[in-house]
Structure formats: C-alpha cells, structure tokens
C-alpha cells in the first residue's frame, strides 16, 4: 500500500541530514555531524517531513503529487540565516569608498554618519518603499537557499519607525516564501536628538519603545520576538546593555545581543547569564566570557562576512569556543554599513577559511545550529521527520562544494515547507 503525498524529492545522491544532538544544536568538537545518506529520498506531506531514507524504499512507500528527480546532486536542510539587518532604506556606497581610502568603521559613527545615516534614509522612507527595497534583498536570500531568516529593526531609533519597521517585518513574512523571525533592536545606536544622552535614550526604549513593542506583538506577532542591544563603545555601555535587557525579559521578550565587535565590554558573558538565546559576532570575546557563553544554552554566533567587508583580520575565534564546548551559528548580518551580504554560501566560504571550520560544521552551523539561534531547532534546521520540510537541491555533487567554491549562487531548487519556491533552471523536472 502506498501513501498519498503532496512533495517525494528522490534520486538524491547526497543527502544531509544534520540531525540534531540530545534535542538539541551540536556543541563544540561535535559540530559537524551531517548524518549523510547516499541515494536518498525525502518525503514531505502538508509541509512537514514524514520520511527520510534509502530512494528506492521510498519511491516503493509513497505516492506523491509532486516528484522531483534530484538528479544524483546534494540536498541538505534550508539555510537559516541567525542574524541579519534586512529592512532598511538607502544605501552607504559612498561610505564604502571613505573605508576603503582608509576611515574607520567607528571614525565614521562618530562623525555622524554609519547607523545614523541609515537611520535618516529609513525614517523618511514610507512602508512601500522600505518593504519593497528590503523584499530585492529576501529573494535574493532565498534564491541562495535560505528559507528562515532573522531580521531585525534598528534604523528606525523612534517609536514610530521602529513599528514601521517590525510591521514591515510582518508583512514580508506574511507576503514571502521565506519565514522570518523579528528582533527588536531599539538600542541599535543613540540617534541624533540624543546626541550626549544616551541613558536619555535608554529610558526611551525601556518606557515607551518596549510598551508599544509589546503591544504591537500581542495584535501582530504570535511568535517568540526577540531584544537585542548593540554592547559597543560608542552605542551601548555593559551597565545599559543589562538595563534593556532586563526589561526586555519582563516583558516576556528572548534575547540576544551584538557583543565583542571590536572591543570587549562584557557583554558577552552578561547576556549568557541573562539566559539570551544567542550572542553575535564575539570576535574580541575573552577566554573567561566564552567559557560562560560554552556553560549557558546561549548560542555564538559568528558574522563573517562582517570583517571581511571592513577588511579587518581578527574573524570570530571559532576553535576557542569549540574546545570550550559552546555551540556555534554563523550569518550573514546583512547590513548597509559593515556588510551587504544576502549570501549564506559566501558566509559558509568565509568560515571555512577564517575561522577553520570544516566545510560540514560550517553547513551545520548554517543550518542547526543556526536554527537553534533564532529559537527554531525544533521546526526547521534539519532533514527529519516532523521538522518542516525546508530543503535546498544544490548544483553540485558533495557538500564540501559548498564551502569550497564562492562567488557564484551554487542553489538550483529552494523548497519552503514542501513547495518549490525558487528554481534556477527554466523548467521543473518532474517524473
Ligand atoms: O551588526 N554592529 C552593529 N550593527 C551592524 C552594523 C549596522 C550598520 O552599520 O548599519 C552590525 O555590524
Ligand atoms: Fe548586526
């Protein structure tokens, strides 16, 4: 007997399924685990995977509206992309080339201009344009596999635009094949109108943004929604850092925060305690703050694209937080400023290199691990059943492909929770 199904992806020469450990993300040396299957088949029924296993065995179970030949090439779980800036208005090219000649990142926040700029550009931009501007970036996201992805707001510094944003955000989500998990970032940067009263602005977010945030997801957003503060020299202190977080959680918000960019305030190990979800970058995190961060269910995130696009050298150093057992993400942190990158291929090419992970813990940092940094291990992130059924056909035979080559988009069929959303290739093969 055969059972119905809507999507059988079969003739799958490499299958990864990246299966979770103990329930859970994979933690230091045992990143890496791909759980790989030859000539494989993944069966998937009103969204959710119901069977993953040998092609023949499959192809004998099921009766599928839809089959698509694989054509003997890779498939692994949609990307998810754990960290990402994706609404904004304008961009800052000419900043870019102000980089390049030779100002700092930090020169250029000072001066007025990084966040800020991106702010003013943002706030004078109605919803139409911001959703239309941040959509080109979401299908060019999905177009290179990622099918979840974090987004948050931060150019907005006011209580309205932030709304904008984070509605947005919604709409986009509602509108798009790709699933997207919002994160409130009221503390991004002190705007301008707070210039010399940044503890003025922090009473802000907690008294009147955080409120309205609430109350924006009790009518708009079921789902978990996150905090997250840049802990920086030059936007938030420790000390403020933990005020907003702290309100935050009694809200009922889950945390993350931005910690260790350039220098090490202690938010690292702040956010650990605090139970956040996730902390990102940690590239200058000391010993003793990744060993707390490695002891917490907190995820770390490395952006690599990040110091790559600043043509700095010191990446996230991912072998100390692998020996200290941590679990570790990676992302894009697709932003105007410090790294216009829609590609989780590029950032799986970058970490291979800079941080010396394998091509499979950088898939499975991409992939698990990163689902487990925006609170979704459980639905998506791997090839198993009862998880969504988000996979990714690559144009290639094997997923070290996947680190090794960069620069060209390597997807060649995108399926969001069983249905084909992006194809490179101008006709389906369907038999
Ligand atoms: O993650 N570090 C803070 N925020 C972004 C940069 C945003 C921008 O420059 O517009 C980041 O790198
Ligand atoms: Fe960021």
């Known amino acids: 007997m055969t059972s119905q ?8 020469g490499q299958l990864c399924t990246v299966p979770a450990h103990d329930g859970g993300p994979q933690r230091g040396h045992n990143l890496g685990d791909l759980g790989l299957l030859n000539q494989a088949a993944v069966a998937v029924h009103d969204g959710v995977i119901v069977a993953v296993g040998p092609d023949a065995a499959l192809r004998d179970a099921y009766d599928a509206a839809l089959v698509l030949d694989a054509g003997g090439k890779l498939v692994t779980p949609g990307l998810v992309d754990p960290h990402t800036h994706l609404i904004w208005a304008g961009d800052r090219a ?32 109605n919803l139409s344009v911001l959703v239309k501007q941040s959509k080109a970036r979401l299908d060019l996201m999905l177009a290179q596999g990622a099918t979840t992805v974090e987004c948050k707001t931060g150019y907005g510094l006011d209580t309205t635009t932030e709304i904008a944003m984070l509605n947005a955000i919604a709409l986009l989500d509602t509108e798009h ?8 970032l009221g503390a991004h940067a002190i705007p301008p109108e707070f210039a010399g009263d940044a503890d003025g602005y922090v009473d802000l977010v907690i008294n009147e943004m955080l409120p309205t945030v609430v109350t924006w997801q009790a009518d708009h957003w079921p789902g978990t929604l996150f905090c997250d503060v840049f802990c920086e020299v030059g936007a938030f202190s420790l000390d403020q850092t933990r005020r907003i977080l702290e309100a935050a959680q009694r809200y009922g918000l889950a945390l993350k925060a931005h ?79 410090t790294g216009w990158c829609e590609n989780m291929q590029f950032v799986m090419a970058l970490a291979a290199r800079y941080m010396r992970l394998t091509p499979a813990q950088a898939l499975v940092a991409a992939t698990l691990n990163a689902a487990y940094a925006v609170g979704r291990g459980t639905q998506v992130g791997s090839l198993e059943t009862g998880k969504q059924g988000d996979l990714v056909i690559w144009n290639v035979p094997a997923y070290q492909h996947l680190s090794y080559r960069f620069g060209v988009n390597l997807a060649q069929t995108v399926i969001k929770q069983g249905r084909v959303v992006y194809d490179a290739r101008p006709f389906l093969t369907i038999s």
């Open 94 to 125: 000419g900043e870019f080339e102000q980089r390049i000649a030779g100002a700092t990142y930090q020169e250029i926040m000072a001066a007025g201009g990084g966040i800020n700029r991106t702010v003013q550009d943002t706030r004078a931009a």
């Open 177 to 184: 094949p790709v699933e997207l998990i919002p994160t409130f």
């Open 5 to 12: 199904i809507d999507l059988l992806v079969h003739n799958i």
């Open 259 to 337: 910690v260790d960019e350039f220098e090490p305030l202690g938010g690292g190990r702040l956010a650990a305690e605090l139970g956040a979800v996730s902390v990102d970058h940690v590239v200058v995190t000391p010993d003793e703050d990744i060993r707390a961060i490695a002891e917490s269910g907190t995820i770390a995130v490395a952006l690599p694209p990040t110091p790559f696009s600043l043509a700095h050298t010191a990446y996230t150093p991912a072998q100390r937080f692998l020996d200290a057992g941590a679990a570790l993400a990676i992302a894009t942190d697709c932003n105007p400023g």
